[in-house]
């Protein structure tokens, strides 16, 4: 079992820019985040290996950067140029593989992007 500290969710203006934390328990591959927005299935964010090999969501590339400290087990995720569909409860995940789907789930901080 993989349990998670989150942090970093909030209110931002659109361009606006947030920084999400996670801290992992235990020993972990693949970390990262997915999100949920209102009406709409969760889906992929960002991901990260232990090798620090990101991978991202179609909607956040270029916009979103994921980085990982193996020695804190730790992830972060720097929101940048934020936009109202970016609004959505994020989850901090741990998956077993890169192609496999989350195996544990955070508890979900929110991130609201609104004028």
């Known amino acids: 079992q993989v349990q998670f500290v989150e942090s970093g969710g909030g209110l931002v203006q659109p361009g606006g820019s947030l920084r999400l934390s996670c801290v992992a328990s235990?020993?972990?591959?693949?970390l990262g985040w997915w999100r949920q927005a209102p009406r709409k299935q969760r889906e992929l964010v960002a991901v990260i290996d232990t090798y620090n090999w990101p991978n991202y969501g179609d909607s956040v590339k270029g916009r979103f950067t994921i980085s990982r400290d193996n020695a804190k087990n730790t992830v972060y995720l720097q929101m940048d140029n934020l936009k109202p569909e970016d609004t959505a409860v994020y989850y901090c995940?741990?998956?077993?593989?890169?192609?496999?789907?989350?195996?544990?789930w955070g508890q979900g901080t929110q991130v609201t992007v609104s004028s």
């Open positions: 235990g020993n972990v591959y693949i």
């Open positions: 995940i741990e998956s077993p593989g890169r192609n496999s789907l989350p195996r544990y």
